[in-house]
């Protein structure tokens, strides 16, 4: 191979090495921009999720805890509503049976 050849090629090696280099150093801002991307977003946004379904499990507890006093209180409420039927309905009886 002679001189001149030699010389030929090593120069189109290196166009294409510096064309390569050109490629990676391309990849490698795609990727840091990707990786950048993904932090804001671990960051920033689902930190607001976070923060959004921990403020609705709060009502959420709150929320169950109104209805099971309610459902407590009521039940004591449909006691008391039972004593106060059956007082009318056995006057009632005894008023009937009795005058």
Known sequence: MSRSAAQTYES??????????DKVKALRGVTNDIHD????????????????????????????TRFTRSV???ARGHRTTLYIVAGVVGLFLFWHFFF
């Open 12 to 21: 189109q090696n290196d166009d294409q090495l510096g064309k390569l280099l």
């Open 37 to 64: 991307d993904a932090e804001s977003q671990r960051t920033g946004l689902l930190a607001d999720a976070s923060e959004s379904f921990d403020a609705f499990s709060d009502r959420l507890s709150h929320t169950s």
């Open 72 to 74: 407590v209180n009521g």
